[in-house]
């Protein structure tokens, strides 16, 4: 199944990340009032190994008399508690958390690798402790909102945020807007992704274990209905929503005229604009490091870079994503499978060149191979629509301006990694490419002290820094 | 060359380095790659205090490090005492590999670096670790470091030349990336990564750029070549960590003493160590271990 063809005799052994310390319940209620409650109606839905599409668990599917129940236990836990507590002692509390979370790292680690099909060397290098780094960070703004914006006048919160999160990396999208809104002195309820609602049903425990007061974070199952019923919700404040554009157009409509404040980021494709003079060894990382990616490659390097990037797919190792020799896992859903299969299949068809690594995928579970496209005509939807991966899909520019044309005509734009040896080509490229983060020879790096989000389609308000704060909070 | 310069920027290179040496090796894994990691050992002793002596132990320890183990692939010393390696090594497949050209630090005349080079293979070295004059590399002189190059090669005749870049002196992975490209042009075996006489030798990312630039010189020139790590890799979790770097950079092939080798001295002892563990199910003591 592995993508490298090792010598017969250094031919990595199973690293299987251990599972069995996991204590996976056979069926999750839903968090309300800090407590575990089963839903008012007997429905579920079944959290998926997206590896071999097998049950782990089911779910609560959460009606609207559900998301009631956690609104007005989260309004309660708001009026009650979170409100009268001084923020000193709300920072230490969102501080504990941090700790409970970097603690128990290893085990939400796997959580994610199990229901997400992130590959475990991604989830415990990297969306573990930015989750956790996320609540740090945040911590330490709690006692210093008065001096973070502009006066103490400016820092009372919102009250009641509803946060619905959606993709493989539930645990870290729900991190990214739990932690400013408790410690803007918001409560929160959290609407997981539908597809991996695991992590984040943990993280409720985690808070419950943390004795964080009833009602301060409230955790409902679902799919999009419940989501809705929360958008809907005449006493939730403030949404805080990650996922496509199409849902985060939805959910403004549904909150036009009813004061509720909105932060929504929203996909899109990361861009790479590599220039001739590009390292070209770095941007064949820093492309593979994102799932789906659009690249505009300065034609004397057109050629040079898709031979790069097709010998380095056959590199790549493809297999059960609890090793920790692996490099590409599964899709997190059938839904997300079908989609690039069918992005796959639009390519061919408009006459777009595929290539894909000559070894196979699991038959069992949401699997895809990577697909490299070469001669993009800017006109395909591979050059237009937002892109889900593994996915590279390359056009050609002549000029820098050509480039910024390129990738400033797009609907949506949320990140761009600009790849070039001349700093004043990176800092030109920068200054006018529209994107909600830029990156120079390097890609999906990310801080929760610098903001992150898009602009136009990729929505708006942003996750993180001082920026992110704003949202949380009356100003 | 019309090639442009080959660009090289740091993050990438020392992230996906980073990624590579952390590779999870294991089980039967762990037990094949100690063997290869012993199986391509330069086994070294570059010290002012070398005798005969010390090298007959050397020998003796390369040709069987320990019983089951393949012998090393090459001892490697200074040229005076290259007539006791190879009556240390006779009969034996291990090679013996002379530093040359001023080792350490390359300062001395080409006729001078020369004599001592021929001198080395007239005692019967196989292979010939020569250094390149940073001097000349870091004052711009590209095409003298070349001159030189090309000129210990064809001293070498059918020896084995491989080329240590010192790249802990060179300042910047693309200059490294320089350097390697200019062995490669003057006709080197194998690139080198340091002398191991300096503070820094070899790290990942050095290594990656030398498995890039064996790769790329490859897939244009058509001409193969190896590589040595050398200096600093004292561990068998690190040896195991290069082997899988230069496995998913170069490929398998690869991963064979003629186009692989590690430069080391303390290296074998905690590969024996491990080994045993392997072999037996515990660690044993360091005193079990036959040293030279």
């Known amino acids: ?475 | 060359m019309t090639r442009a310069p080959v660009r090289i920027d740091a993050v990438m290179l020392e992230a996906r380095a980073a990624t590579l040496v952390k590779r999870a090796i294991k089980a039967s894994a762990k037990r094949a790659g100690i063997d290869l990691a012993i199986a391509c050992l330069d086994l070294t002793t570059l010290e002012g205090k070398d005798t005969p002596d010390k090298v007959r132990g050397l020998c003796a320890r390369g040709r069987s490090p320990a019983p089951g183990a393949p012998s090393v692939a090459a001892i490697c010393v200074y040229p005076n005492l290259v007539p006791a390696a190879v009556r240390g090594v006779a009969g034996s497949s291990v090679r013996v590999a002379s530093v040359s050209t001023a080792f350490p630090s390359g300062l001395s005349s080409l006729d001078l670096k020369l004599r001592e080079t021929h001198e080395a293979l007239e005692s019967g070295a196989h292979e010939i670790d020569m250094v390149i004059d940073r001097g000349l590399f870091l004052s711009g002189r590209y095409d003298a470091v070349l001159a030189e190059i090309v000129a210990v090669k064809r001293a070498c005749g059918a020896a084995t030349l491989k080329v240590i870049l010192e790249a802990g002196e060179l300042g910047s992975y693309a200059a490294i990336r320089r350097a390697c490209d200019l062995a490669l042009a003057g006709g080197a075996d194998f690139l080198k990564t340091a002398t191991g006489k300096i503070g820094i030798s070899t790290t990942p990312p050095i290594a990656l750029v030398l498995c890039e630039a064996v790769r790329d010189h490859t897939r244009v020139f058509g001409r193969t070549a190896g590589l040595k790590l050398a200096g600093g890799i004292r561990t068998t979790k690190a040896a195991l960590g290069y082997l899988a770097l230069v496995n998913e950079t170069l490929g398998p092939a690869w991963l064979v003493p003629g186009r692989f080798r590690i430069g080391a001295s303390s290296l074998l002892d905690d590969l024996l160590m491990q080994r045993a563990s392997g072999v037996s199910g515990s660690y044993s003591a360091a005193s079990y271990i036959a040293t030279a």
């Open chain 1, 1 to 475: 199944m592995s993508g490298v063809a090792t010598g017969a005799d250094f031919t990595y052994a199973p690293a299987l990340e251990p599972v069995a310390a996991i204590a996976l319940r056979d069926r999750y209620g839903l968090f309300i009032g800090g407590q575990w409650v089963p839903p008012g109606e007997e429905r579920t839905v079944p959290a998926i190994n997206p590896a071999t599409d097998e049950v782990l668990a089911l779910v609560s599917q959460a009606s609207a008399a559900d998301v009631d129940r956690a609104v007005r236990a989260a309004r309660r836990g708001y009026e009650k508690y979170w409100r009268k507590l001084r923020p000193p002692e709300r920072a230490k509390y969102v501080y504990r958390i941090a700790r409970v979370l970097g603690e128990r790292a290893r085990e939400f680690a796997v959580l994610e690798t199990l229901n997400g099909g992130r590959p475990i060397a991604a989830t415990r290098e990297f969306d573990v402790p930015q989750a956790t780094a996320h609540f740090f960070y945040h911590a330490g703004w709690a006692d210093k909102l008065a001096w973070a914006l502009t006066g103490p006048e400016r820092s009372r919160p919102l009250g009641v945020v509803g946060a619905i999160v959606g993709g493989d990396r539930s645990l870290l999208a729900a991190a990214r807007k739990i932690a400013p809104a408790l410690a803007c002195g918001n409560t929160v309820i959290l609407k997981p992704a539908e597809t991996a609602p695991l992590a984040a049903l943990a993280l409720a425990h985690l808070c419950a274990e943390a004795d964080l007061p009833p009602g301060v974070i409230n955790v409902v199952t679902g799919d999009a209905e419940t989501g809705s019923a929360l958008v809907e919700h005449p006493d939730v404040d403030m949404i805080a929503f990650t996922g496509s554009a199409e849902t985060g157009k939805m959910i403004r409509r549904a909150a036009a005229g009813t004061g509720k404040r909105l932060s929504l980021a929203l996909g899109g494709t990361p861009a790479a604009i590599v220039y001739e003079d590009a390292p070209l060894d770095a941007a064949v990382e820093g492309i593979l490091a994102s799932a789906a990616v659009r690249v505009l490659v300065q034609e004397p390097v057109c050629t040079e870079l898709a031979d790069r990037l097709r010998a380095r797919f056959d590199l790549l190792r493809v297999g059960d994503p609890l090793d920790r020799n692996t490099d590409l896992g599964p899709l997190p859903s059938r839904a997300a499978r079908d989609r690039v299969a069918e992005l796959v299949a639009s390519g061919i068809d408009e006459g777009a060149t595929l290539a894909q690594p000559d070894w196979t995928v699991p038959e069992r579970g949401f699997w895809c191979p990577p697909s490299l496209f070469t001669n993009v005509a800017p006109t395909y939807r591979l050059a237009r629509e937002e892109l889900t991966g593994p996915l590279v899909a390359v056009l050609t520019f002549r000029t820098a301006e050509e480039a910024l044309e390129r990738a400033n005509g797009l609907p949506s734009a949320h990140t761009v990694s600009v790849w070039t040896t001349s700093g004043a080509l990176a800092l030109f490229t920068a200054a006018r490419v529209a994107a909600g983060t830029v990156w120079c020879n390097t890609s999906e790096r990310y801080d929760p002290s610098a903001p992150f989000g898009g602009v136009k389609e990729s929505g708006w308000a942003r996750d993180g820094g001082l920026a992110g704060l704003r949202a949380y909070l009356e100003t």
